[in-house]
């Protein structure tokens, strides 16, 4: 079944955050399933932006703040 497939190739990609279900014609649950991983998408890349900057230190200048990575 088709749903199925998006279904399992949807498990491997953490990229894609848009995808036009309409006329798929795939079952509910699947649609469900794959909007809920493009919901997980969205959600790692707003976390990825958000993360806390830098502490700021007194001899600091607003260029130096940055995004602390991992």
Known sequence: EAGKQLQEGMTMNKTLMEFDLRLTDIGAENEY????????????????ICRPLKVIKANEVPSDHYLVTD
């Not at 997980?40 to 890349?45: A, I, L, P």
């Open 33 to 48: 399933a794959i909007n809920q991983m493009l919901h997980n998408n969205r959600e790692r890349v707003r976390n990825a």
